[in-house]
T-cell receptor, first 116, second 112 residues
Framework: GAVVSQHPSRVICKSGTSVKIECRSL??????MFWYRQFPKKSLMLMAT?????????EQGVEKDKFLINHASLTLSTLTVTSAHPEDSSFYIC????????????FGQGTRLTVV | KNQVEQSPQSLIILEGKNCTLQ??????????LRWYKQDTGRGPVSLTI?????NTKSNGRYTATLDADTKQSSLHITASQLSDSASYIC???????????FGKGTTLSVSS
């Protein structure tokens, strides 16, 4: 089946630094990728929709200058957490849909970010 | 307002027993409904996906049902195993290409 690979799976960084998370669709082309954030024991919260070749669409309350999204190709989207703070510590998950858009979404393995 | 409600919030069962998780939604227009299993610290993994015309879909010991009239779905797990311990998330798509609407999930714990 289709695979979405997310890297890294875990990252620890110091406050004030930036962290980049990659989301790759390994065997299909994804025009749209979604970035989610998940707090412990909570549901996934959509942060932004990443569209290949255009600017990402951010959900209300999500700072676009804080969470930079780049979707430069049909198989890769990146999320950069800039000037990270401890409150940015969370579980970040990406998902991708294929070109048809109406088939199941495939999720990455998630990235556990800890800001110290 | 498009919403997905799941019940129960958490469930504890003995290994080998069956259980049923519920999902009610108010999403319109409806495209499809998915059940995902999410292990702690991992991304969600798809179990089933059903469209409007499908009533039942099975994936091994997992059987999902859908009643599009009452906007209800259930996920039945047969002969539970310890590895079934996870969060089960009901996700509804309003229409093709739009963002998914997530339920808060049911946390299932299977004990020996």
């Amino acid at each position: 089946g289709a695979v979405v690979s997310q890297h890294p799976s875990r990252v620890i960084c110091k406050s004030g630094t930036s962290v980049k998370i990659e989301c790759r669709s390994l065997d299909f082309q994804a025009t749209t990728m979604f970035w989610y954030r998940q707090f412990p024991k909570k549901s996934l919260m959509l942060m932004a929709t990443s569209n290949e070749g255009s600017k990402a669409t951010y959900e209300q309350g999500v700072e676009k200058d804080k969470f930079l999204i780049n979707h430069a190709s049909l198989t890769l989207s990146t999320l950069t957490v800039t000037s990270a703070h401890p409150e940015d510590s969370s579980f970040y998950i990406c998902s991708a849909r294929d070109l048809h858009g109406n088939t199941e979404a495939f999720f990455g393995q998630g990235t556990r970010l800890t800001v110290v | 307002k498009n919403q997905v409600e799941q019940s129960p919030q958490s469930l504890i069962i003995l290994e080998g027993k069956n259980c049923t998780l519920q999902c009610n939604y108010t999403v319109s227009p409806f495209s499809n409904l998915r059940w995902y299993k999410q292990d702690t610290g991992r991304g969600p993994v798809s179990l089933t996906i059903m469209t409007f015309s499908e009533n039942t879909k099975s994936n091994g010991r997992y059987t999902a049902t859908l009643d599009a009239d009452t906007k209800q779905s259930s996920l039945h797990i047969t002969a539970s195993q310890l590895s079934d311990s996870a969060s089960y998330i009901c996700v509804v798509s309003a229409q093709a290409g739009t963002a998914l609407i997530f339920g808060k999930g049911t946390t299932l714990s299977v004990s020996s």
